[in-house]
C-alpha cells in the first residue's frame, strides 16, 4: 500500500517569509508526528498528534512553529517567519497506536527547507 | 531525561563480514521500546527492529539482530554477512511510557560496506 507522503520535497524560501509542509500518512494510521532533521544530525521530535486527542506540543522549538492535522488525516506544520535556523529537513511520521504493539513509526520522505 | 548515545560515528566494513552497531541508553522508566533505523542516501528512514525493555529474547529480523544487554542499558544492532546496499546512516531510538509516542534518536552511525 501507499506509504507516507510529504510535499513539497524542497523548499527554498526567504528569511522571514511563511512555510507550510504537508504530510499524508498511511491510511489508518491514528497517530502522527514531526521531526526535524539537522545536516548530519538526528531527528529532534515537534509534534504528536494522537485521534482526537490534544496534541503533543512539548518539541517545538518556538511559538513561530505550529501544526494541524484536519479530519484525523492530513496534517500541515507551518513555520512563520522563517530563520535560517529552521533549515533542516522536516520529517513526518505515522503508526498505528494497537495496545501492546511496538508502535514502529514509518517515515516520509522528508521535505528539505533551505531559508536564504 | 531519556537519552541515546551512539559512540561511533563511522564504520566501515568489508562485505560478507558481520558488524556491530553500538547504542547505549538512559531512562529511570521501567518500560520503553528500543528502535533502530536505517536511513540510506535517499534520506527515507526505514524500520528495522524493535525491542520492548520486558522482551526475554532479542529480536531478530532476518540478518538483523539486537544483542540487548538491560543492566548495561545497551542494545547494540547486529547485522550479519553484510551487504553493499547496507552502507547508510542507522539510527538508535528509544520510546518510553506505554502510549507516549515520541522517539527520542541518537546521533547515528554511517556505516559504509567496502566490496
Known amino acids: 500500500g501507499a506509504g507516507v507522503s510529504q510535499s513539497p520535497s524542497n523548499k527554498v524560501t526567504e528569511k522571514g517569509k511563511d512555510v507550510e509542509l504537508r504530510c499524508d500518512p498511511i491510511?489508518?494510521?491514528?497517530?502522527l508526528y514531526w521531526y526535524r532533521q539537522s545536516l548530519g544530525q538526528g531527528l529532534e521530535f515537534l509534534i504528536y498528534f494522537q485521534g482526537n486527542s490534544a496534541p503533543d506540543k512539548s518539541g517545538l522549538p518556538s511559538d513561530r512553529f505550529s501544526a494541524e492535522r484536519t479530519g484525523g488525516s492530513v496534517s500541515t506544520l507551518t513555520i512563520q517567519r522563517t530563520q535560517q535556523e529552521d533549515s533542516a529537513v522536516y520529517l513526518c511520521a505515522s503508526s498505528l497506536t494497537l495496545a501492546g504493539g511496538p508502535y514502529e513509526q514509518y517515515f516520509g520522505p522528508g521535505t528539505r527547507l533551505t531559508v536564504t | 531525561a531519556q537519552k541515546i548515545t551512539q559512540t561511533q560515528p563511522g564504520m566501515f566494513v568489508q562485505e560478507k563480514e558481520a558488524v556491530t552497531l553500538d547504542c547505549t541508553y538512559d531512562t529511570s522508566d521501567p518500560s520503553y521500546g528500543l528502535f533502530w533505523y536505517k536511513q540510506p542516501s535517499s534520506g527515507e528512514m526505514i524500520f528495522l527492529i524493535y525491542?520492548?525493555?520486558?522482551?526475554?529474547q532479542n529480536a531478530t529480523e532476518g540478518r538483523y539482530s539486537l544483542n540487548f544487554q538491560k543492566a548495561r542499558k545497551s542494545a547494540n544492532l547486529v547485522i550479519s554477512a553484510s551487504q553493499l546496499g547496507d552502507s547508510a546512516m542507522y539510527f538508535c531510538?528509544?520510546?518510553?511510557?506505554?502510549?507516549?509516542?515520541?522517539?527520542?534518536f541518537g546521533q547515528g552511525t554511517r556505516l559504509t560496506i567496502n566490496p
Open positions: 525491542q520492548g525493555s520486558y522482551d526475554q
Open positions: 531510538a528509544m520510546r518510553v511510557r506505554q502510549g507516549a509516542q515520541k522517539l527520542v
Open positions: 491510511s489508518g494510521h491514528t497517530a
